[in-house]
């Protein structure tokens, strides 16, 4: 697998960089967007699958011999239903295929522009209802009136219900200006907006000054600017002579993987960050790669249901080495590689190619990561300015303080 160039659903998901702009909470990716592995050249039918597809060629020739409006049919469209249905069947809500109209809006998520209301979606594993995970702050989206755990009903009156992320992303999406009028809803009741689109930029990190010494970073996905600007952050807060830091992951739904392992080699010495199992009796182990900071000041990191992919790893091997405490809710549970590839039409594919396991051997998909303390925040008490999971690791933070100056 070519180098660590891969991208966890991100929003920079809808990708975000938080420049997201409704992006795929749930990480995204984690796959390299030109895997040499699936090469241009794989564009010819494989021998043993002539049988296979006979019923294929036997529909597409009944549809351009006798179809009544066949005139009026494009084969490109032909060829893209299909594709899609291939993939769909595949019954992975990771996995999915964009058209050539669709695949440029995806693959200019790391941009760092991204044009939309400011919404980072989620599929629920179990009833397929895609929720916003993440309204970004001053974005349309928020003055609209949106929430977190509203579900999308319908796009410009049209049902939503069963559409995949793509789908949806595509019809929310448009340029900077335009209007678009979304159905949602909301407990049980069923409300609608009208939302103008913009042109979304959103701070990767934010940091400040707490009290006792202690730093807080909050990391809003892992972009190609994530390590230098949350090692930047902590150097302005005090860098080695701070007495602890708060790492903030709640919200983050990844990037690229080549950021999470800098993040984590930020913190780690050495040792391994990640395993990704390709299901095959193949394995590749990611160790940390150098850019250790040299600070052991200690650390605690905050995650919520909507921390995932890259967050999740970023956090499994922290708590698996013991470098830091996690505190939180129970994180989203990604535990899966994706690839990105462009096809000979314009089009793209997300496929996901392998699983990741913590540098202990856990596979957290489904179940997310457990924090060492756990401290719930209801979705409805967050316009509150009181914090009770950030108040909880500053007391973490404080108790390990104090315990290293009593020893």
Do not use: C
């Not at 019923?55 to 351009?64: A, E, G």
């Not at 690839?339 to 594919?349: A, K, R, S």
């Amino acid at each position: 697998m070519a180098g660590l160039q891969r991208i966890w659903e991100r929003v920079r998901p809808l990708s975000i960089s938080l420049l997201i702009v409704l992006v795929f909470v749930a990480g995204f990716v984690l796959g390299s967007q030109r895997n040499p592995l699936l090469a241009q050249g794989d564009t010819a039918a494989p021998a043993d699958a002539a049988k296979a597809f006979e019923p294929f060629w036997q529909v597409y020739n009944m549809i351009q011999s006798t179809y009544l409006d066949r005139d009026k049919i494009q084969d490109s469209k032909l060829v893209d239903g299909a594709i899609k249905g291939m993939v769909d069947t595949l019954g992975d809500q990771f996995s999915g295929y964009m058209d050539a109209e669709t695949y440029p809006l995806f693959n200019s998520d790391l941009s760092g522009e991204v044009e939309g209301i400011g919404a980072v979606v989620q599929t629920d594993e179990k009833t397929k209802a895609i929720s916003i995970a993440q309204v970004l702050e001053g974005s349309p989206a928020e003055a609209a009136g949106l929430k977190s755990g509203d579900i999308f009903l319908k796009v410009e009156g049209a049902d939503v219900t069963q559409a995949t992320q793509f789908d949806l992303v595509r019809l929310v999406r448009g340029k900077e200006g335009t209007l678009v009028n979304l159905t949602m809803q909301r407990g049980d009741q069923t409300l609608d907006f009208k939302i103008i689109r913009a042109k979304i930029t959103t701070p990767v990190v934010e940091s400040k000054s707490l009290d006792n010494g202690i730093g807080y970073v909050k990391l809003r996905s892992f972009d190609v600017n994530a390590y230098q600007e949350v090692s930047s952050a902590i150097e302005k807060l005090g860098g080695k002579n701070l007495k602890g830091l708060v790492l903030d992951l709640r919200g983050n739904p990844g990037g690229l993987l080549t950021s999470a392992i800098d993040i984590a080699s930020m913190f780690l010495k050495d040792g391994t960050v990640l395993v990704e199992d390709f299901g095959n009796g193949n394995t590749q182990t990611y160790k940390t790669n150098g850019k250790y900071l040299g600070y052991e000041i200690p650390l605690t990191i905050l995650v919520d249901e909507n921390s995932a992919s890259a967050s999740e790893l970023v956090s499994g091997a922290m708590q698996d080495t013991g470098r830091a405490t996690l505190v939180g809710v129970k994180t989203f549970g990604k535990g899966t590689v994706q690839t990105w590839q462009q096809l000979v039409n314009g089009g793209g594919i997300r496929l996901t190619i392998a699983r990741w396991l913590t540098p202990n051997g856990h596979w957290i998909h489904g179940n997310g990561v457990t924090p060492d303390v756990v401290v719930e925040w209801p979705q409805a008490n967050r316009d509150s300015e009181n914090d009770p999971q950030l108040n909880a690791a500053i007391e973490s933070l404080t108790t390990t303080i104090s315990t290293a100056k009593a020893s």
